[in-house]
């Protein structure tokens, strides 16, 4: 190899020379030691420090020492060289120029005037980030860029450009809903929103507009109203947005203000609210302040079912007329009661009392399923499986008249100790006139004899009040049953919900003489009140007993919101709201025919109040 | 007598922000909203403004620190207030959301917001742990003095190195060229660990004479100061009969040793100035991107109101 080692020597004043020096050989050594090639006086440079060879086109320096070489400011033990390179080896520094005048290889060779500590405090510099910033590193300013514009990006621009492209929109609700308006969602929809919750426009139709209640109108039209709008004028309720209160996002409880504020408003003091109500004022919560519940009756005065309401704690006056005896005791015997094959038979509760399907009420008690088995209506000892029907006080006369009538043709009537008109007849005679009104006649008593036994004494009047004095044709009526399909009908009361508590632990009934305050909440021990003054159903001989108990009981389970040691109950856990029968949500009014029309003049208030344009329609349509 | 920022004023900014937090709890306690606490409730709205005008003062901290002519309180003040109302800003924030979170944007800003100010109480703990060691540890002397008798310690040894053998020169050499300090950053520090064991590894098995070459030096290898010199040189030391080589051996040995001293304190001091540093390269993006977030939220939940 040919090659030129040229010095560069730096003189006073900044000026530079150069000194040229020829060398030619298989390779080039570099050394502290005299004998090398390249002499570098320097104590930080080996005896023999590294060597120059020439490989196959291009030159190769290698190092003879474990602490090696810095080839362009990296530590290495060998290097190809290229035009341009730099070697340092101690404080000189080895440069590769151009070749030039036939010399294959030009080395420019300098000595850099560095103080060791110089050179440590460099490293100093770039270890403690107080140095050029190396490469592509991202500074402070450059993550605070990136992070922020990100998240710009992400979250606003990209829903914003959706919102206006509904394409997009679906694309991004669909595949990416983190970067479409989804990122926006505060929390989950009620599970009955949920059908619509990725179209965020069903409710939300304009941008920077709480949402109208024509949105939530849209589904609920038909929603009965809060209340009787026109006679009640509560703007809170009426004039609102239905958001206002009805907070979507924040799961059920949120859906609807399970607050007692909200009813305690107008309930606190229902003179004021209405003067001819009803309704007893509510000081605050269940626990303490609800007051005693009160049993509806329904009575009939002057033709007509009206219903009346008696407060649980006044026993001498809590009397169902329901024109029926039933006593639960007979039935509820222990030993049983006898059956219709003779044998005995022991009834429970559920032997009569089964839910109705969807398990909240149970199924009203029918003669034909519950009561026939054991209370049959037949009215010849001759023939029991012939009996009157239940049910149709008409019809049993005539029954009765058509059975004895068809037995005293086919002769076959019983001996009544009365002669035989028809038997004296000869056979293929027609009857004569006088013999046919005696065999009616014959007939007809028979029927009215079994007609009393059955009303009067027999099945009947077993069960049912018999109004003798009847205006009917054959004397006999059966007072109406009026039983209560429920005690409490301003109640929700759920029996599925309660199918873990007995029977018993509700229904119960107080006699004329057990005071009621026994009852209150906290006094009574539930074992020692009901030996003192409550008693089971089963010790009931009366059908007019009221077999319930009254708010203590369930005050047992249901607690006051917030309580730990108890079912957590507001006034709507129990009672219903939008109960008007009158108005729908939209304005609209029920008719006679139960059918809803436009209200009658403008001044109805209505929720149904929209800011939007006539003729916009909103999104998502 | 120097104030601390923490003690600002008589720690005003910390009853200030320890009063905005009773204030904050005593409302979110009474308050019984009909839908249960949100954002959206009235006590939500307000602390949710207190929450946003605050994380907008604490931002323009970082700009009022640079205004070195304004008359807006002194900086340390500003930085008391930065600290103790931040903190307080934990608790307004998290009342103001109801403790309702999901995978949304409004809970992005909330960890945002928990990150930056997680990474403000660790900047706290470094102002007041730090500053300490570097003092102690520099004992008086300054970086750039240790730095030039790190230099002439090693010119020294050179000297006395090259007295002693090529050997022992070499080694020496190699010594110096690998003195290197500190960690350009987390990924260096783990993988300089593995390969300084590698490295180790090769050096010993080069003393005890192995043939095998040594590989090519690895970058930026945390090492304090040459142990395997030490090593070395009291190896060397141990093999020296005669007088004059045995003072030299001594030298050398005290050279490095002296050098190896210099270089640990070095490095605990970059240490300790880039971990008084480090935090704030967290806090500030995070910042930013609070900024960001914050706005989104706020816009955002008027849009779909």
């Known amino acids: 190899m040919r090659c030129l080692l040229r010095a560069v020597v730096r003189k006073s004043r900044g000026v530079v020379s150069h000194q040229d020096r020829g060398f030619e050989g298989d390779h080039l050594t570099i050394g502290r030691s005299t004998d090398q090639d390249l002499y570098l006086p320097d104590l930080r440079v080996a005896l023999h420090h590294a060597t120059v060879v020439a490989g196959p086109g291009r030159f190769v320096i290698q190092s003879a020492v474990p602490s090696g070489i810095r080839h362009n400011d990296e530590p290495v033990q060998s290097a190809f060289l290229a035009v341009g390179d730099q070697v340092g080896i101690g404080d000189h520094r080895i440069t590769v120029r151009p070749p030039e005048g036939g010399h294959d290889l030009v080395l420019e060779i300098a000595q850099v005037r560095a103080d060791p500590g110089q050179e440590v405090e460099k490293r100093v510099a770039s270890a403690s980030g107080t140095g050029p910033e190396k490469g592509l590193r991202l500074g402070v300013r450059g993550w605070s860029w990136i992070l922020s514009m990100t998240i710009l990006t992400l979250f606003f621009v990209v829903p914003l450009v959706a919102h206006q492209w509904e394409a997009m929109q679906g694309f991004l609700r669909g595949v990416i809903p983190g970067v479409s308006d989804h990122a926006w969602s505060t929390g989950g929809l009620t599970e009955g929103h949920r059908y619509f919750s990725d179209d965020c426009n069903k409710c939300h139709e304009r941008a920077f507009v709480s949402v109208r209640a024509s949105a939530c109108t849209e589904c609920h039209k038909d929603q009965p109203h809060h209340f009787d709008v026109e006679r009640f004028k509560v703007p809170a309720l009426v004039d609102k947005q239905c958001a206002a209160c009805h907070k979507e996002h924040g799961g059920a409880p949120a859906l609807t203000r399970q607050d007692e504020g909200l009813c305690l408003d107008c309930h606190r003091d229902m003179k004021e609210t209405a003067a001819d109500s009803k309704l007893l004022d509510i000081e605050g919560g269940f626990a303490e302040d609800h007051p005693e519940f009160r049993a509806t009756f329904v009575t009939h005065v002057g033709g007509k079912d009206q219903s009346e309401r008696i407060e649980m704690d006044r026993p001498e006056v809590l009397k169902e007329r329901s024109n029926l005896f039933f006593p639960h005791k007979t039935h509820l015997d222990k030993t049983g009661v006898q059956g219709p094959d003779g044998k005995a038979v022991v009834l429970g509760c559920a032997s009569c009392h089964v839910p109705e399907p969807g398990g909240r009420l149970m199924a009203p008690i029918r003669f034909e399923q519950h009561c026939h088995r054991c209370h049959q209506l037949a009215f010849e000892i001759d023939d029991p499986e012939r009996e009157v029907p239940h049910g149709h006080v008409g019809r049993v006369l005539d029954d009765l008249k058509a059975y004895y009538g068809l037995r005293t043709l086919e002769r076959s009537d019983i001996d009544t100790g009365e002669p035989d008109v028809l038997s004296r007849r000869r056979p293929g005679r027609q009857a004569t006139p006088p013999e046919r009104s005696e065999g009616l006649e014959r007939a007809a008593r028979r029927a009215r004899q079994a007609g009393k036994e059955l009303f009067e004494y027999r099945a009947c009047a077993k069960c049912h009040q018999v109004d003798e004095k009847a205006q009917s044709v054959f004397g006999w009526d059966i007072v109406p049953v009026r039983i209560a399909r429920t005690w409490y009908p301003l109640a929700r009361f759920d029996h599925g919900r309660h199918a873990t508590v007995a029977c018993a632990d509700c229904h119960a009934f107080r006699p004329a003489d057990c005071a009621p305050s026994t009852l209150q909440r906290g006094v009574a021990d539930p074992e020692k009140g009901a030996a003192d003054c409550i008693k089971r159903v089963a010790d009931s001989e009366k059908s007019e007993d009221v077999l319930i108990t009254g708010i203590a009981t369930c005050r047992e389970c249901h607690g006051d919101p917030g309580a730990r040691d108890r079912v957590q109950s507001t006034c709507i856990s129990c009672h219903g709201f939008h109960l008007s029968p009158k108005f729908a949500m939209d304005g609209r009014v029920r008719t006679q025919a139960g059918d809803l029309a436009p209200p009658r003049q403008a001044a109805v208030p209505s929720a149904d109040r929209t800011d939007l344009p006539t003729g916009q329609a909103p999104r998502g349509q | ?305």
């Open chain 2, 1 to 305: 007598m120097h104030e601390s920022f923490l003690a600002y004023r008589k720690f005003f900014y910390l009853k200030l922000g320890l009063g905005l937090i009773v204030l904050s709890i005593g409302a979110y306690a009474l308050h019984d909203p009909p839908h249960g606490p949100n954002g959206g409730t009235w006590l939500g709205y307000t602390l949710g403004t207190i929450g946003a005008s605050l994380i907008l003062w604490l931002l323009w901290y970082g700009i009022r620190k640079r205004q070195y002519h304004s008359k807006l309180g002194q900086v340390s003040g500003w930085l008391s207030g930065h600290v103790y109302l931040g903190s307080a800003l934990l608790v307004v924030a998290t009342l103001h959301c109801g403790f309702k979170f999901g995978w949304n944007v409004h809970t992005l800003s909330y960890v945002l917001m928990i990150m930056v100010i997680v990474s403000g109480a660790y900047g706290i703990f470094t102002y007041v742990r730090y500053p300490t060691l570097l003092t102690d540890n520099k004992g008086g002397m300054a970086i750039d003095a240790m730095l030039s008798e790190i230099g002439d310690l090693d010119r020294q040894c050179l000297q006395v190195a090259t007295e002693m053998g090529d050997k022992a020169h070499q080694m020496i050499l190699r010594s110096i060229e690998r003195t290197s300090f500190g960690t350009t950053s987390w990924r260096d520090a783990l993988g300089g660990v593995s390969k300084g064991l590698e490295d180790l590894g090769r050096e010993i098995k080069s003393i005890a004479g192995d043939a095998e070459p040594l590989g090519p030096l690895p970058a930026a290898v945390p090492q304090l100061g040459g142990e395997a010199t030490v090593f070395f040189v009291a190896d060397q030391l141990a093999g020296f009969r005669d007088g004059a080589r045995a003072a030299l051996g001594h030298r050398l040995l005290d050279l490095v040793t002296s050098k190896k001293a210099l270089v640990i304190r070095v490095q605990r001091d970059i240490v300790y100035r880039k971990l008084l540093k480090s935090w704030l390269s967290l806090h500030l993006p995070l910042s930013i991107a609070l900024l960001a977030a914050l706005a989104v939220h706020v816009v955002t939940v008027f849009f779909y109101w």
